[in-house]
C-alpha cells in the first residue's frame, strides 16, 4: 500500500505530464498554448482528443490533490455553500 506521500507525489506528477502532454498537443497542432494574458481566445488544434484526454487528466488530479489536502472542516464550510447556489437562484 501506498503511503499518503506517495499518493500525493503521484497526482503531482500525473498532473505535470498532463500538462506536458496538453503543451504537446498544442506543438503539434502548431497553434499557440493559451495564455491568461492573450488579449483573443486561442485557436485550437483541429483533432481535440489528445487534448481532452489531457485536460481530462489534469483536472481529476487537480481536483484529487486538492480535496487530499484540504482540512475537512474547511470542504465542509466552502463546499456546501456553493453547491446550494444553483437552487437558491432558482427559486427567485
Do not use: N
Not at 486561442?42 to 487530499?68: C, M, N, V, W, Y
Amino acid at each position: 500500500m501506498s503511503s499518503p506521500k506517495e499518493v500525493l507525489r503521484s497526482l503531482v506528477s500525473l498532473i505535470s505530464s498532463a500538462t506536458e502532454d496538453a503543451i504537446r498537443e498544442y506543438e503539434v497542432a502548431g497553434c499557440e498554448v493559451p495564455s491568461i494574458d492573450a488579449p483573443t481566445e486561442p485557436r485550437l488544434p483541429t483533432d481535440t482528443t489528445g487534448l481532452k484526454k489531457a485536460l481530462r487528466i489534469l483536472e481529476g488530479a487537480f481536483h484529487q490533490l486538492s480535496i487530499t489536502l484540504t482540512p475537512p472542516a474547511t470542504t465542509m464550510y466552502t463546499w456546501p455553500a456553493s453547491a446550494l447556489l444553483p437552487i437558491a437562484a432558482s427559486q427567485t
